[in-house]
């Protein structure tokens, strides 16, 4: 039985390895030299395209002021149960609380804190925790951003060292990521809006998701691709446009012929659906990323944000991958349309 496992598992590797079209790198490589073939073209080279990597984790840490009360005080407030949420914040495993459980602790102390409002009888006591409040609900913005940009989570939803988005859209977990961010950015509006008896329960969940995930650092990886292997395949199509043509006067050659086939088999069978893929993950990630993103950081992470998550800054990696699918859609339509093959829109 084992090894028969083994054995499927082999056969397995072997077809994948043996199928240029499993794999997006592997695609675009193939789809390249297959073009330049086709249409007798010189392959042009590629240009890499830079990615910002994510800044480093202070670049990202929102800074929140220390507050500098003697808790003692309140730890002899019979009834509150600010007592216990205190006790365990000044605990060794209170003082390395990660950015969750710091949201986690600061939500309930004011939650706590306006209950033990409604019992404390000494005026000086109350109104010295109502300025605690008062602040910790000021600072409350600064610690959701640190449970987004300074988790373990975060760092692996962005890495882009798990490879791109695969070519089924099925396996590639994008409708997950897009649920979790939309689950962030509902709690994070919830607790500005002052619902602090909001359930932090899903944190974790979400978090774990993340951090399993990488969707949005495979985004960036496969946009990257793209970008680099329709910009070089569009270089060789327009050489034969405009240096070459590969049809006089709208009439086909058998050239002509070889390449309607190749288009229609690899370009539209093959390439451009993984194309769909990779735009439709976009719209559905980066638009959600970009709201967590929006008003923190320094100004290194805002140049990340403008250069690599950005869907509207001039020169984002999105606009240069929408501008390359443009520019690539735009010179196959030119080159049959030489030929009289161009495709006709219904």
Not at 38 to 62: C, K, M, W, Y
Not at 74 to 92: D, M, P, R, T, Y
Not at 227 to 250: G, N, V
Request: aromatic fraction near 8%; proline fraction near 3%; glycine fraction near 6%.
């Amino acid at each position: 039985m084992k090894r028969s496992i083994l054995l499927i598992l082999f056969f397995l590797v072997l077809l994948t390895a043996c199928n240029p079209f499993a794999e997006p790198d592997t695609m675009l490589t193939e789809y390249q030299s297959r073009l330049s073939r086709v249409i007798d073209s010189e392959p042009a080279q590629l240009q890499p395209v830079t990615i910002t990597g994510l800044p480093r984790l202070r670049e990202r840490l929102a800074t929140v002021e220390k507050v500098d009360v003697n808790f003692l005080e309140f730890l002899s407030l019979h009834g509150c149960e600010l007592q216990v949420l205190i006790a365990e914040k000044n605990s060794i495993m209170g003082k390395v609380m990660t950015p969750i459980n710091e949201l986690r602790y600061q939500v309930s102390f004011i939650q706590k804190g306006k209950q033990c409002l409604m019992i404390i009888s000494d005026s000086e006591m109350q109104q010295s925790l109502q300025q605690i409040i008062t602040l910790k609900v000021q600072q409350l913005p600064a610690h959701i951003w640190n449970a987004v940009w300074v988790s373990e989570g975060i760092t692996g939803l962005m890495t882009r060292s798990k490879g791109y988005l695969p070519i089924l859209r099925e396996e590639s977990g994008v409708d997950s990521a897009s649920q979790s961010l939309h689950e962030m950015l509902a709690l994070s509006a919830e607790l500005r809006e002052g619902n602090y008896a909001t359930d932090l329960g899903s944190l974790g969940k979400i978090q774990q998701q993340w951090h399993y995930g990488h969707q949005i650092g495979q985004l960036l990886n496969s946009m990257s691709l793209l970008t680099e292997h329709l910009t070089s395949a569009t270089a060789m199509l327009k050489h034969r446009i405009d240096e070459q043509p590969i049809c006089y006067k709208k009439q086909a050659s058998r050239q002509a012929t070889v390449m309607n086939q190749f288009f229609m088999n690899i370009y539209i069978g093959k390439v451009q659906p993984y194309i769909a893929i990779v735009s439709q993950a976009a719209d559905q990630l980066l638009p959600l990323i970009n709201r967590l993103a929006e008003g923190g950081g320094t100004a290194n992470f805002r140049q990340y944000v403008n250069s690599t998550l950005s869907m509207d800054s001039k020169d984002s990696l999105y606009k240069r991958y929408v501008y390359a699918v443009k520019q690539h859609t735009q010179a196959w339509q030119a080159l049959l349309d030489q030929c009289g093959m161009r495709p006709a829109v219904n």
